[in-house]
């Protein structure tokens, strides 16, 4: 009974540590079980492989364990030993749960949390050790923005796709983004770069809420409704400078950008050969630029105002405390 139990617990406790909320995480499933894979797909289908004979075994440890409990106290005509699937606890490999976690990681990498050099979290706090990261660097101040156009050199998908190279090499990093694009299911007319895009932009953060239970490690600082700028913030890498760093190295960009490409629609419109739905599209992107652009003008003086107050965090104080002191310029925790 005692060597079933401590396998039972063996591997209940390696499923658990197979992903980031779990103090002893090592690293993503996909790396740990990568193996001789040169893809995503391949590292998915080591980690499914492994998942499946970790939950045959700890159903069938189960198993053992209630016929021996039930020859113990003749309990044959009461009970039977067979463990139901959905009642056996560890995970089998869910493609888009786990192509989602993959993503989290590779943010988790962006910000330093995680080192593709060194095992568990790299940087939680502290004097920041640029040492650990020889294989990828994060990035410089821990502010990756989100954009649905290509705005900034250092974005997410710059970062994804940097990580993807690092991993699997160049030569795979269309596959591997097709791959995750197609685990998050696609719409018929985007390609994967749009797709992954349009995950971080509208979804990653829901998600992040959701598995940190709304205590999220990476904030978003979020303009509005008209989603004029949106970045994540890893609160370990918040200083009181950040902000300062947000509005001038970020927002004021963006309403340069933006407003370049307002002119460029202008000249678009003026084309007197355009057809009923070009002119359509142009006037509704012109629409969406013009209102992006006032809601980033109030945005600016949001961070204007708390730059200036060069507010400190104490981790002590938790999630929700902090999080108050930023909430004006921050999305809404769901």
Known sequence: IKSTVSKCIQISQKDWDSFETSWDSKQHPFLTYKDD?????????????????????????EEELNRIFIELYGLQHELTPEVQDEEVTVRKADRERDAKSFLSYCVGLMMGR??????????????????????????????????????????????????????????????????LAESLQMKSNENATQRLRRYFFDEFYHDHCRIYQKRPIYWMADSGKKKGMRALIYLHRYRPDTIATLRFQYVQELQVKLNQEEKYVEQMLANPDLTNREKKE????????????????EYDQKLAELANKRIDLDLDDGVVENYKKLQPILAEIR
Do not use: C
């Open 114 to 179: 995680y080192s593709l050099d060194v095992e568990g979290l790299a940087y939680a706090g502290g004097e920041f050790d640029w040492s650990k990261y020889q294989t990828f660097q994060p990035d410089k101040n821990g502010i990756i923005p989100l954009t649905d156009e290509a705005y900034f050199e250092d974005d997410i998908m710059t970062g994804l796709k940097r990580i993807l190279v690092a991993i699997y090499g160049e030569d795979q990093l269309e596959n591997n983004l097709q791959w």
């Open 282 to 297: 142009y006037e509704k992107k012109l629409a969406t630029l013009r209102a992006r652009q006032e809601e980033l003008i």
């Open 37 to 61: 894979a040169v893809n995503l797909e391949q590292s998915f289908a080591n980690w499914a492989e492994h998942a499946e004979k970790q939950f045959n075994q700890l159903k069938a440890n």
